[in-house]
């Protein structure tokens, strides 16, 4: 699978230590975040993981910063984004099942690596059911579409 990820300073090493992961189980990684510890503004990341996601069909991503709040925050503003801040496997299964989440958001100085690992992976072998989780997922992109300004 193509996923597409950022990071800022803070979540320099966590990102890393999820690429070398996903691209050692055969996934395609598109590397759009920061490359070094040097403080950086996470939305610029965002907006580069985001340009990325939409050019690629079929593509998941990823967001690293200190609390994966901000980058959530800022992922959701995009069009046709539905971001989640996962910092456990329950939620990481859920929100792909239930919301069809498309971008992971993660905190690095939250959780470990190897807890990070493990929601990576739950996320990615999860599947959006569908059935009724479309009418509330339509009725989120209903104001989307209505609150646009
Ligand atoms: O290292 P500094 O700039 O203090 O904090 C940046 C982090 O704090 C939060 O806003 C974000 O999670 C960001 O990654």
Known sequence: MKIVIGNDH????????????????GHEVIDCGSFTTESMDFPV??????????????ALGILVCGTGVGMS??????????????HDLFTARMTREHNDSNVL???????????ALNIV????????????????NK???????????
């Open 139 to 149: 009725m989120i992109r209903d104001i989307e579409v209505t609150e646009q300004c």
């Open 10 to 25: 803070a979540g320099f090493e966590l990102k890393g230590a999820i690429v070398t992961c996903l691209a050692g189980q």
């Open 105 to 115: 958001c993660l905190g690095a100085r939250v959780i470990s690596e190897d807890d």
């Open 45 to 58: 990341s965002v907006k580069r993981v985001i340009t990325k996601l939409r050019e690629l069909d079929d």
């Open 121 to 136: 992976n739950t996320w990615l072998s999860s599947s959006y059911l569908g059935g009724k989780y479309d009418v509330r």
């Open 73 to 86: 925050i800022a992922a959701n503003k995009y069009d046709g984004i539905r971001a989640a801040l996962v």
